[in-house]
């Protein structure tokens, strides 16, 4: 089987590293490539938070400013592009329904630390395929009906913990339980589908 | 707070639920660089990256890129369009030379060439812009095939060729043709017909002998667009 080795060989060539290194000599083809490599994941993720295609553009536009901006923060050599790019893409998401919401209880400092470029080293690279696309949906499908609505409104509504309880009507504490049962069992989940 | 009390705690950081007070907590720990916290929360926030592959996946508009690349490059296109164009207008001129087609024949294919670049459907996947050789760029069309734009191909010897092929994210390269190199040495070779874009996984070009192969030899592969 030839392949997978030459896949690999491929993403080497011209992986995560060389894009990022050229993304800090300000090199402008790289934007394109960058874009080319994670427009598509980046702009699926903030329109399923916005749900507005025209906003979703400009928050992606500004992903991209955003790490083009600050790469030079970015370690090449251990860090995960894509994962820093999408996080990126998410804050800038839900800042956006946060804002718009009139919910400013939290204050973008803590988005801000949550896409500090030093947390996305020494991660896998090549996480998005379809084959973790599939992983994920059938770990998803095994939470009950509370946890899949805790995660949902995370992920896809930036609620915190205390949002979720007064959106869903139960006690603060009931809601963690549901958030760290869900977040335990899809971990589990996953780890269980990788090392099958 | 210990970091076995924090642990539990890593993926409602990642995930952006954490609260007070093990949000302070475990931003203490994190600012002094705790070795277990640090990687702890790394590894949760690879896992939440993760949840990003359940999103439904939206081809963005064209516009986009054209967006995103302006924000950089201003004042000219930060791919060479200019050049991508002088190449298909070659394509033009050109095909029926190397295919030995009818003129009629010619400009059906310089149609399709170019009804898959300027198709927003197409997903466009670029290569080795910052290496020497070769670069350009890779369509793919879901019913319209693959099209391959490419310059700074090597001169090849007389037994020799350049050979297409379509990689699947799982199985074994497709052989989707042959093609020679224009005089000054760019290409631009259309597969037509139907591609499952969901299974694919690269385009790649190697060097053949004449007539071509039905299994890439690796060490001859010039270069690979791997197609996010
Ligand atoms: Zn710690």
Redesign the pocket.
Known sequence: MLIPGLILALEASEGDRDLAIRLQKRDPHAMAVLYDRFGRVAYSVVLAVVKDAGIAEDLVQETFLRVWNRVNGFDAERGALGSWLLAVARNRAIDYVRSSGARMGRNSFELEEREHPAIFLDMEKSIFNSDQARKIKTALTKLNENQQKVIELAYYEGLSQSEMAERMGQPLGTVKTWVRTALKCLRDELGRAVSV | M??EE?RGDYETWALGVIEEPERGE?RA??ERG?????P?VRSAMEFVTTLSSAVKMVEPPARLRKRVISLVAPEKPAFPWSWLWAAAAAALLMVSGYLGSSRTQQSARSNQILEIMSDPASRQVAFGPNSPKPQGRVFVHSTKGVLLLVAHLPVLPADKTFEMWIIPKAGAPVPAGIFAAHPDNSANYLKPGPVDTSQLGAVAVSIENTGGVQHPTVDQIIFAAPIV
């Open positions: 210990t970091c924090l475990l720990h994190l705790c070795e277990l916290c640090v702890g």
